[in-house]
């Protein structure tokens, strides 16, 4: 058989298995498809970036435990369940699709008082983070220092005066 | 005859300008009692629940305001066992805020809480300058007027928080050191304060301070259990721009339980307004009762010389 008959016929099969799947609303991200880990760094600065060993987590953690509806198996929380009660696919389940690098910000803190929209205290980015993934390392008694996930960098070693910017002599203390 | 009728005329007028005066001022004090703050002022929630004690606001307030190099590195957490004079850190001259470890029973983890200056709505601080250094912005921040400021230190009795701290290494030039909600480089155009922007864990919510109290209560209603069902600051002192949500007791996480719930302001308005009146109309009325009440013993004395020169 000739390589490109194989593969339409492979693309027929998929097309069939996706039209006789699609109704029963078994379309979940298969967590064998997520990346085997994930560099995360749109927002390192003070700390590098986070490499994110996605398929031991994967073993560890629900997907909505992270992704909570946006990969197909509905969410955890039932206050989410309320809208986001189908379990279609998201477009994106990358973090920084819903949660703004910059929650403080005027456009967000205007979105505050849209009375359409449910997600009123809707972490930021950096708390999304940080929050799910301390949040279960407390749970589970995984590491929760901060650089046991990402190491300090030399910005980082200024803003909190250490490493290399320790205060020297002791620092100056109170004057009283 | 007539000498004697204005005389008596003019204490009628002075008695008749303290009660007008009174009440006015009494019209006036009452008024200012029931402001509920700027309608637009913006605020934070601090959630005890999320804070890990990182110390990252503390690092970054420290850069922003330009404050002097610490005396430990900011990732030194055996800071939480300092303790000076029985109690545990507080804000000084070199830190507008600090962070400290509550162990609190039932909890099998401590509990954190930064402190830093609340921004009162009617801040205590500002009613008791006598040379106005205090200005509460409509953003919400407390700033203070060093160029004014006398160095009395009455702001630092004041304070129900004790937050006002004063620069005893520049006595001569006396200046008030105290969180200002990043006042000039920040909250002027609207965006957050440096410490809520370093905070990985989101414990520091910033917003406008009535979207702030909703969110607290919100917070509340979704897990029930979580929090003790009250805002810390929604009410004490008179509202404040920061308000802190917790897991446990708010007296066991060094908040005072004892802060009334109305300004400062309503405690002292009283005596303040009578100070201005007590100033400029006792003196013309006692002087008016001194001269009436010796009146008839001057009268006395002169028909005395005239009988004796007659």
Request: proline fraction near 6%; charge should be negative; charged fraction near 20%.
């Amino acid at each position: 058989m000739q390589p490109g008959k194989k593969m339409l016929q492979a693309a027929w099969a998929l097309a069939l298995g996706v039209m006789l799947l699609a109704p029963a609303g078994v379309l979940a991200m298969d967590a064998d498809d997520a990346p085997e880990s994930v560099e995360i760094d749109s927002l390192s600065k003070f700390y590098g970036p986070v490499e994110f060993d996605h398929a031991t987590h994967v073993s560890l953690a629900e997907c909505a435990d992270c992704h909570h509806h946006t990969t197909g198996t509905g969410p955890a929380s039932t206050n989410c369940a309320r809208c986001h009660d189908g379990v279609e696919e998201g477009d994106s389940v990358s973090c920084s699709d819903c949660h703004a690098a910059e929650p403080f910000g005027q456009e967000n803190l205007e979105e505050m008082e849209n009375p359409e929209i449910f997600h009123f205290d809707k972490p930021g980015l950096k708390g999304a983070y940080h929050l799910n993934c301390v949040g279960c390392h407390q749970e589970l008694d995984g590491p929760t220092g901060c650089q046991d996930c990402h190491t300090m960098t030399e910005a980082g070693e200024e803003l909190f005066n250490t490493g290399k910017h320790a205060p020297a002599g002791g620092g100056k203390k109170s004057g009283h | 005859m007539n000498k004697q009728l204005s005389r008596r005329g003019f204490i009628k007028g002075g008695l008749a300008g303290t009660v007008a005066v009174t009440v006015l001022k009494n019209k006036e004090t009452q008024a200012s009692g029931s402001f509920d703050g700027y309608p637009d002022t913006m605020g934070v929630i601090v959630d005890l629940s999320r804070c890990v004690g990182c110390r990252s606001c503390e690092a970054a307030c420290n850069k922003e305001q330009g404050l002097p190099e610490p005396a430990e590195p900011f990732d030194d957490f055996s800071v939480f066992d300092q303790l000076k004079h029985g109690q545990k850190r507080r804000t000084d001259e070199t830190r507008f805020t600090v962070v400290n470890r509550y162990e609190v029973s039932g909890f099998d983890h401590p509990l954190f809480r930064k402190k830093q200056c609340f921004h009162c709505n009617e801040p205590a601080c500002l009613t008791s300058c006598f040379v106005n250094a205090y200005t509460k912005t409509p953003e919400g921040a407390v700033i203070y007027n060093q160029k004014v400021c006398v160095g009395c230190r009455t702001c630092m009795i004041a304070c129900p928080f004790y937050i006002p701290t004063f620069k005893y290494s520049s006595a001569f030039k006396p200046s008030i050191m105290k969180c200002i909600f990043c006042y000039d480089t920040r909250l002027k155009e609207g965006k957050a304060p440096a410490c809520v922007d370093a905070c990985p864990q989101e414990a520091l919510t910033f917003g406008k301070r009535g979207d702030m109290l909703e969110v607290a209560k919100q917070r509340i209603r979704m897990e029930p259990g979580k929090y003790v069902d009250h805002v810390y600051g929604e009410h004490e002192a008179g509202g404040t721009s920061w308000m802190y949500l917790s897991p446990a007791p708010f007296d066991q996480v060094g908040l005072s339980t004892n802060v009334p719930k109305e300004p400062v302001l309503n405690y002292v308005k009283g005596f303040l307004a009578i100070v201005p009146m007590v100033l400029t109309i006792w003196p013309a009325l006692f002087a008016g009762f001194h001269l009436l009440s010796t009146r008839k013993d001057r009268i006395k004395q002169l028909q005395n010389d005239e009988n004796q020169e007659g």
